[in-house]
Each structure stands twice: as structure tokens, then as C-alpha cells.
């Protein structure tokens, strides 16, 4: 079946850096892709819709010069967390659709920023 | 996208059916009925989805009411791996059609 694969699973960055997320689709080519984030004990908040060759399209409230996205490719997609501050501590996830009808989503990325 | 109400929680003897409620009364003709289910620190997992008629697969069945106002998600023979935040998402068709979650159901599952 279809795979979306997200790296790193964790990772821990100090205050004011930057970090950089991946998300690729390994078996089916994605011109569209999706970020969420979740904080704990709540549902997931979608962030941004990623467009291959395109800029990406941001849901209100989300910082576009905060959150960097890139999607240079049919499978791979790029969530850049610029200057993070410990109220960026969250779980990311992102997803893409191989059909019409279906969503597949990554296994998330643990960031915590002390 | 349709906005869905589900019970925050539920609970489920291992052995029996959990039946998981949920309504989408604005849904509109073209927009389909998704369930997805999210086990602690992972991804969300799809389920199962339908239209209109009842759908059945490997790991659950789908029941919509003939208004498609309401559905419910059936799990036959619940076991402790089920227990999970169950998801009912109304989203239209297309790879760039959005999810939009809400608050989903909270199921345990108990011995």
C-alpha cells in the first residue's frame, strides 16, 4: 500500500534554531501534501497544504515565516521550523493522498525545544 | 468541509462490538464519510470510508443512515490494540481535498 515516510521521528533543538522536517511519499507521487500539528491530548490541527512547484497554502493563524515549507519534488516535502521557541514542542505529522480517495499519513516527528 | 460531533469517550468490553456514533447532519452530495483512528504518538491510521452504502473491509463496517446525516463505525470484535482516538471525517474527492479533524471519540478497550 501507499507509504508516507517522515524523518526524523524525534528530535530535540535548543531555542532559536532551526529545524528541518521530511516528508516523502515512497511509493506514489504526491503534487500535494499536507502538515499537522498536535499538542498533547488534542486533535490535530492541519498547518499548511504543501503544492509541488508552488508555494504552499497556509490554514489562519499559522505563521508562514515560522513554519517553511518546500516541495521540490513529486515525493518529498520539507517542514522547516525556523527560530523555534519551546511553544513549538509539538508533534508534526504530515500526509498525502495516493488517490482520490485515500490519505496516508507519516509516523510524526516528536519535536521538543529546550 | 462538514463539521462532525462524536462522544468525547467510550468504553468497550475486549471480545464485544464498539459501536462509535457520529453526525454530520450539514454533509453535503459530493462529500464522503471517513474514519480514521490515532494509537498514542503515531500517525493517524485509516479505517474505512463510504458514501452512501454501508461498507464493510477487514477491520470494520461502515453504517450510514439513508439521510447521511449520521453514521456509525462498528469494530465486530473489539480487542485491547483498539483501544485509540477514533476520527469521523466528512471530506469531499481529490488528492487535494483537505482532512479537517475534529475531536474524535476516545475508545477503551478493557479486559
Known amino acids: 500500500g501507499a507509504v508516507v515516510s517522515q524523518h526524523p521521528s524525534r528530535v530535540i533543538c535548543k531555542s532559536g534554531t532551526s529545524v528541518k522536517i521530511e516528508c516523502r511519499s515512497l511509493?506514489?507521487?504526491?503534487?500535494?501534501m499536507f502538515w499537522y500539528r498536535q499538542f498533547p491530548k488534542q486533535s490535530l490541527m492541519l498547518m499548511a497544504t504543501?503544492?509541488?512547484?508552488?508555494?504552499?497554502?497556509?490554514e489562519q493563524g499559522v505563521e508562514k515565516d515560522k513554519f517553511l515549507i518546500n516541495h521540490a519534488s513529486l515525493t518529498l516535502s520539507t517542514l522547516t521550523v525556523t527560530s523555534a521557541h519551546p511553544e513549538d514542542s509539538s508533534f508534526y505529522i504530515c500526509?498525502?493522498?495516493?488517490?482520490?480517495?485515500?490519505?496516508?499519513f507519516g509516523s510524526g516527528t516528536r519535536l521538543t525545544v529546550v | 468541509d462538514a463539521k462532525t460531533t462524536q462522544p468525547p469517550s467510550m468504553d468497550c468490553a475486549e471480545g464485544r462490538a464498539a459501536n462509535l456514533p457520529c453526525n454530520h447532519s450539514t454533509i453535503s452530495g459530493n462529500e464522503y464519510v471517513y474514519w480514521y483512528r490515532q494509537i498514542h504518538s503515531q500517525g493517524p491510521q485509516y479505517i474505512i470510508h463510504?458514501?452512501?452504502n454501508n461498507e464493510t473491509n477487514e477491520m470494520a463496517s461502515l453504517i450510514i443512515t439513508e439521510d447521511r446525516k449520521s453514521s456509525t463505525l462498528i469494530l465486530p470484535h473489539a480487542t485491547l490494540r483498539d483501544t485509540a482516538v477514533y476520527y469521523c471525517?466528512?471530506?469531499?474527492?481529490?488528492?487535494?481535498?483537505?482532512?479537517?479533524f475534529g475531536t474524535g471519540t476516545r475508545l477503551q478497550v478493557t479486559l
Open positions: 511509493d506514489f507521487q504526491a503534487t500535494t
Open positions: 504543501s503544492n509541488e512547484g508552488s508555494k504552499a497554502t497556509y
Open positions: 500526509s498525502a493522498s495516493p488517490t482520490n480517495y485515500g490519505y496516508t
Open positions: 463510504g458514501l452512501k
Open positions: 471525517i466528512v471530506r469531499s474527492v481529490g488528492t487535494a481535498s483537505k482532512l479537517t
